[in-house]
C-alpha cells in the first residue's frame, strides 16, 4: 500500500513548517473510506459511501499552538497549510531546522481477518434486514423498527519534528437498533448496539439479532413501566451498562488539561482517597477489539493500560503529548482527535471498574428499597463541580432485595466524587458495554466503558412518583 | 455563477434516462482564536469542501459523499452513488424536491467587512473579553476566552430543476468561567453572536459568564416536591428543540410522533402559539433556502394551543399526502435532507420575568438543564433533566440550588403552560428564547 504521504514529503513540510520558529511541528493525515446502511420503516432507505482525506499541521511556539487543515495532500497543499499554522502560531526569528523522521514501530492491538471495504456492500444491507425482522418479530407492540450499519477503514500517519513517524490502520464496525413499541400507555422505545475495532468476521461469531431482540424487549417492556421515583435512594448498576458512569463521573475529571487548568475537582489530589476502596479504575487504549482502542493515539505515541485509580487512591491522570512534555513526563497515549481538522486534546479509550468480590445477586437481594439499572443511557458532566446527569434507558424497582416493576425513562443526577465514595458494592461478573461517542469541546471520539453489577448508596432519581 | 454551481450543474448533466441526481457542494472556512491568561492558546486556521450526490433511480436511493473538490474524486462520487442505489429498497415515495414557485425572502447573510476583519482584532477581542470576565468578580478565573469566525457558500442543483447557492458568514465570541469559594468551584459561561464583529456585546457576555457561576456558589440540593417552574428563555429555547422533533414530519409519517393522529386537536394550553420561521431577519438560523434547495417560509404549528400543521421536506410531505413546507433540514455535504424545524417561536406574552416572579408563591426559576440528549424521550413524551436555578418563595427569588432533576411528561408540560413571557431572547440556536412559566412540575433532590 502506497503511503499516504512520502517520506521526503513530510520532512521538507515539518521544515518548513519550524522555519519561522517554534519548538514542535507536526502533521496527522489520515484517509478514511467508510460505508455506512440506514434501514427505516421497513425500507433500507440508503447506502452511503464517504471518502474523507486530509492533513491537518500544528506549530507550537511558546504557549501557543497553530493549526491549519487541508484536504490537498499534494506538496503543494502541505505546504500551504504549514505556513499557515506557522502563522497562526505567529512566532518569529527562528532559523532553518532539519528534520529527519524515522518510523516507529506500532503494536497492533486489534485484528482484522477481513476489512469491511472488501465485503460486498449486499451482505451489510442484509444485516439490516436480519435486524429489522428479528425486531418485529419479538411482538405485536413492535410498531416501528430503525436500524444502522457502519464501517470504516482509516489509515493514519503522524510525524513529527522530533523525528517521530508512526501509522497505523484503524478499522471499526458498528451495528445499531432501535424499536417502538405502542400499547395503551402510548409509545416506548428500545435501543441497543454493538461496535468493534475489528473485521467482518465479527458476524461470524456474533448474532447481530440478539441486538435486535433487545431493543424489541427493552421497548414491550417499559408498555407497562410506571413512572420512576422522584428522590434519592440506592442504585444497583447492571454489568457491562454503566460503565459510562465512570467516564462522565470521574474519567473527565482526570484529564490533564481541566487538570492544568484548575477546572477539575481532582486536582492536586493525586495520592489521595478519592473513592471507596472497592473501586479501581482503568483507562486502557490496549484491549483487543474494543471499541475506543487504538495502536496509537493521534499524537502517534502508544495507547497503554492506564490506572486512574487504585483501591479509591487516585494514582494518576491522563495525559497528551503536549501536557506530558511541559510536566516532563511521558505521554499515557491519551492524545486524540476526530479528525484531520481537529486538534488533539486528552481523550479517554477504554475506560472501566475492574471486578471486585461480590455475587451481583448478593448485591441486589440485600438491597432493600432501590433502583436496578439495566441500562444506562447518555450523560454529562460538569468537570468543576463534579455534577453529572444521566439517562435511565431501562430501570426496575427493587422491593425488599427483588426487582419488581420496569420504570419508565427518567435522568438520575449526582457528585462525582460523592458518588466514587457511596459505592458499597462491586460484583466479580466484570464486562464491557457497548460502543460510545465522548463529546468534548465540540469533538466525538469513540469510547468504550465497562464495569461489573455494582451499588451506589444514595444517587438522585428524578421521575414523577412520590 | 458561481464555480460551486457549474460544478453541481457539470454532475447533474452526467444524468442517465430514468436517473434522478442531487449535488450539493459546499466550500467553508473558519478561524478560532483561544485565550489563556492573557496568551493565545490556540489558533485554527481552516478551510474545508466536498460535494455529496445522491441518485434515484427505480425508487430506490444511493448516497456518496467526499470531503474534497478533486475531479477524480468527483467523479467517483458519482459512481459509488450510483452503486449504492441498487442496494436500496424501493420506495414509491423516493424523489428530490421540485420547484414550488415560492420566491426566496431575501436574508443579509454576508458580511463583507467579517470577511476583511484583521487577525489581531481578533486575538484582541478575544483578550479584551477575559479581562472583562476576570475584572467582573474577584472569585473568578477564566477557563478559555474565544473568538470564532466561519463563512461557508453552497450550491445544489438537481435533474429536478432546483438550482440555488448561496453564502453567508457569522463570527462569536465566548468565555468559560470558573468560580471559586473555599472548596466548591462552579462554572458559567457567556457569549456574544453575529455577523459584524464590531457588534459583539462584550460586556454582556462577561457579566453573563461571572453571573451563571457565582450565582451557584453555596448552592445546595432541595427537597422533593411539585411545584410551578419559570424556565429562563436560555431553557426554554432547549426545551422548544425537544418539542420539535415531536412536530417532525418525517416522524409523523414513520409513526413516531406523539403527536402523529392529533392534527386539528388541542396539544398544548390556549397560551401556546408556536410558529417556525427562518425567513425573520431576527432568527439567528435564519436562512433563504431549506436543505433542498426550496425557499423557506413561515408555519404556525400550534396556534393557540391547536396543533395545526407539521413540518415537512419533500419526501416526508409526499408521504404524508401533503406538500413540503420548506423545512428540509442537511448536515452539511457529508448527509442528505432530513426533516426540521429551523427557527422555532413562542409568540410571547407581555410580562417581564420579574413580573412573572412577583405572582409566584412556591416556584422554582429553572437557570440551566443538563442531560436533555438522556432524559428526554420525545417518542414516548417522558422528561426528565437535570438542572439549577432559584427557588421562588412569596413572589421573590430565594437560595440558588443545584444537582436536582425536573420531570414531567412533554404533553403535560405543554398543557400546563401558565404563561409565556414577553422577553422574547433571540439566542444562537434553532429557537428563540423566552421565560415560559409551567405548572405541577415534579422537581427531585433529597
Redesign the interface.
Same mark, same amino acid.
Do not use: C, P, W
Given at each position: 500500500m502506497s503511503p499516504v504521504i512520502d517520506h521526503d514529503v513530510l520532512e521538507r513540510v515539518l521544515s518548513a513548517a519550524m522555519r519561522s520558529g517554534g519548538e514542535f511541528a507536526e502533521i496527522y493525515a489520515e484517509d478514511k473510506r467508510s460505508t455506512s446502511a440506514a434501514l427505516d420503516d421497513g425500507r433500507v432507505e440508503q447506502v452511503t459511501s464517504g471518502r474523507d482525506r486530509g492533513a491537518g499541521i500544528r506549530v507550537v511556539a511558546g504557549e501557543t499552538t497553530g493549526f491549519a487543515h487541508t484536504s490537498d495532500l499534494t506538496e503543494r497543499g502541505l505546504l500551504a497549510a504549514a505556513e499557515a499554522a506557522a502563522a497562526a502560531a505567529r512566532q518569529g526569528g527562528g532559523g532553518a531546522r532539519t528534520i529527519a523522521l524515522s518510523r516507529q514501530d506500532v503494536a497492533a492491538h486489534s485484528t482484522v481477518e477481513r476489512f469491511p471495504d472488501e465485503i460486498a456492500k449486499a451482505a451489510k444491507v442484509e444485516l439490516l434486514q436480519r435486524l429489522d425482522d428479528a425486531a418485529r418479530s419479538a411482538g405485536a407492540e413492535i410498531v416501528q423498527v430503525s436500524a444502522g450499519y457502519a464501517d470504516s477503514r482509516k489509515r493514519v500517519l503522524v510525524a513529527n519534528s522530533d523525528g517521530l513517524l508512526a501509522e497505523d490502520e484503524v478499522v471499526r464496525l458498528l451495528v445499531r437498533v432501535s424499536a417502538v413499541a405502542d400499547g395503551d400507555t402510548g409509545m416506548q422505545t428500545g435501543y441497543a448496539s454493538m461496535g468493534h475495532t475489528v473485521g467482518f468476521e465479527l458476524f461470524d461469531t456474533v448474532d447481530v439479532t440478539e441486538l435486535a431482540r433487545d431493543a424489541a424487549r427493552q421497548a414491550i417492556t417499559k408498555l407497562r413501566a410506571r413512572p420512576a421515583p422522584s428522590g434519592t435512594m440506592p442504585v444497583v448498576i447492571k454489568h457491562g451498562t454503566g460503565g459510562v458512569l465512570f467516564h462522565e463521573a470521574c474519567g473527565h475529571g482526570l484529564e490533564a488539561d481541566h487538570i492544568a487548568k484548575g477546572a477539575s475537582v481532582y486536582t492536586g489530589k493525586v495520592g489521595e482517597l478519592v473513592a471507596s476502596p472497592l473501586v479501581t479504575v482503568v483507562d486502557d487504549g490496549t484491549m483487543a477489539g474494543e471499541w475506543g482502542t487504538l495502536s496509537i493515539d493521534d499524537e502517534g505515541h502508544p495507547t497503554q493500560r492506564n490506572v486512574l485509580i487504585q483501591d479509591g487512591v487516585l494514582t494518576d491522570y491522563m495525559w497528551d503529548f503536549l501536557r506530558a512534555r511541559k510536566q516532563g513526563r511521558a505521554p499515557s497515549g491519551n492524545g486524540r482527535r476526530q479528525s484531520y481538522m481537529h486538534l488533539p486534546m486528552v481523550r479517554m479509550t477504554n475506560t472501566f471498574v475492574t471486578a471486585g468480590t461480590s455475587d451481583p445477586a448478593d448485591i441486589i437481594s440485600s438491597t432493600e428499597k432501590g433502583v436496578y439499572i439495566a441500562r444506562l443511557g447518555g450523560g454529562q458532566v460538569n468537570t468543576a463541580s463534579g455534577d453529572f446527569v444521566f439517562g435511565m434507558t431501562e430501570a426496575y424497582l427493587i422491593e425488599h432485595g427483588e426487582i419488581t416493576e420496569p420504570l419508565r425513562e427518567a435522568n438520575l443526577i449526582g457528585n462525582g466524587p460523592q458518588a466514587l465514595r457511596d459505592i458499597d458494592a462491586v460484583g466479580n461478573d466484570f464486562a464491557m458495554g457497548g460502543p460510545g461517542t465522548c463529546g468534548k469541546d465540540g469533538q466525538g471520539v469513540p469510547v468504550g466503558t465497562g464495569q461489573p453489577t455494582l451499588r451506589v448508596a444514595a444517587l438522585t432519581i428524578g421521575g414523577t412518583a412520590a | 455563477m458561481t464555480e460551486l454551481q457549474a460544478l453541481a450543474d457539470k454532475v447533474v448533466a452526467q444524468a442517465r434516462p430514468g436517473e434522478q441526481i442531487e449535488a450539493y457542494v459546499s466550500r467553508g472556512g473558519q478561524t478560532e482564536v483561544r485565550i489563556?491568561q492573557g &496568551?493565545?492558546?490556540? /489558533?485554527?486556521? *481552516?478551510? $474545508?469542501? =466536498?460535494i455529496g450526490v445522491r441518485v434515484i433511480r427505480d425508487g430506490r436511493? =444511493? /448516497?456518496?459523499? *467526499?470531503?474534497?473538490l478533486d475531479p477524480a474524486?468527483v467523479d467517483?462520487?458519482l459512481a &459509488?452513488?450510483r452503486?449504492?442505489?441498487e442496494?436500496?429498497?424501493v420506495?414509491e415515495w423516493a424523489g428530490l424536491a421540485e420547484p414550488d414557485g415560492v420566491p426566496r425572502t431575501p436574508q443579509s447573510l454576508w458580511n463583507e467587512a467579517l470577511a476583511s476583519f484583521p487577525t489581531p482584532r481578533k486575538i484582541e477581542l478575544a483578550k479584551e473579553l477575559e479581562r472583562l470576565a476576570l475584572a467582573g468578580d474577584p472569585r473568578i #478565573?477564566v477557563?478559555?476566552a474565544n473568538y470564532a469566525d466561519a463563512w461557508g457558500e453552497v450550491a445544489v442543483a438537481t435533474t429536478t430543476g432546483i438550482r440555488e447557492n448561496g453564502r453567508e458568514n457569522g463570527c462569536y465570541v465566548s468565555v468559560s468561567t470558573?468560580a471559586d469559594d473555599g472548596e466548591?468551584?462552579? +462554572?458559567g459561561f457567556g457569549f456574544s453572536v453575529g455577523r459584524d464583529p464590531d457588534a459583539f456585546d462584550l460586556e454582556k457576555a462577561a457579566r453573563d459568564a461571572v453571573d451563571r457561576a457565582t450565582r451557584?456558589l453555596g448552592a445546595t !440540593?432541595p427537597a422533593?416536591k411539585r411545584l410551578t417552574v419559570v424556565l429562563d428563555p436560555f431553557v426554554t429555547a432547549q426545551f422548544l428543540g425537544v418539542i420539535s422533533s415531536t412536530l417532525n414530519g418525517e416522524a409523523v409519517v !414513520? =409513526? #413516531?410522533s406523539?403527536f402523529r393522529d392529533r392534527l386539528g386537536e388541542q396539544v398544548a394550553s390556549p397560551l401556546v402559539t408556536l410558529v417556525d420561521d427562518p425567513t425573520n431577519p431576527h432568527a439567528y438560523t435564519a436562512t433563504e433556502v431549506d436543505g433542498e434547495g426550496l425557499a423557506t417560509r413561515r408555519n404556525v404549528l400550534i396556534d393557540g394551543g391547536t396543533l395545526r400543521q407539521f413540518v415537512h421536506s419533500s419526501y416526508s410531505a409526499r408521504r404524508a399526502g401533503t406538500v413540503s413546507t420548506g423545512n428540509a433540514t442537511r448536515a452539511g455535504f *457529508?448527509g +442528505?435532507p432530513g426533516v426540521g424545524c429551523l427557527a422555532l417561536q413562542l409568540v410571547p406574552g407581555t410580562r417581564s420575568q420579574a413580573e412573572i416572579i412577583a405572582d409566584i408563591d412556591d416556584g422554582l426559576l429553572v437557570q440551566s438543564v443538563?442531560?436533555l440528549?438522556? =432524559?428526554v424521550?420525545p417518542?414516548?413524551?417522558?422528561f426528565?433533566?437535570?438542572a439549577?436555578g432559584m427557588l421562588i418563595r412569596h413572589g421573590a427569588l430565594a437560595e440558588p440550588v #443545584? &444537582?436536582? +432533576?425536573?420531570? $414531567?411528561t412533554l404533553q403535560r408540560m405543554l398543557l400546563d403552560v401558565a404563561e409565556v413571557g414577553g422577553d422574547v431572547d433571540w439566542l444562537p440556536m434553532r429557537a428563540a428564547g423566552v421565560s415560559l412559566v409551567i405548572h405541577d412540575v415534579?422537581? $427531585?433532590? +433529597?
Open positions: - | 489563556y &496568551e493565545v492558546e490556540h /489558533f485554527v486556521s *481552516a478551510q $474545508s469542501e =466536498g436511493t =444511493g /448516497f456518496a459523499y *467526499a470531503g474534497t474524486a467517483d462520487v &459509488e452513488a452503486d449504492n442505489a442496494l436500496g429498497t420506495d #478565573r477557563d478559555d470558573l466548591e468551584t462552579q +462554572t451557584l !440540593k422533593s !414513520k =409513526g #413516531r406523539l *457529508a +442528505t443538563s442531560g440528549h438522556s =432524559g424521550n417518542i414516548s413524551g417522558d426528565s433533566t437535570g439549577s #443545584r &444537582e436536582l +432533576t425536573i420531570a $414531567s415534579t422537581m $427531585s433532590g +433529597t
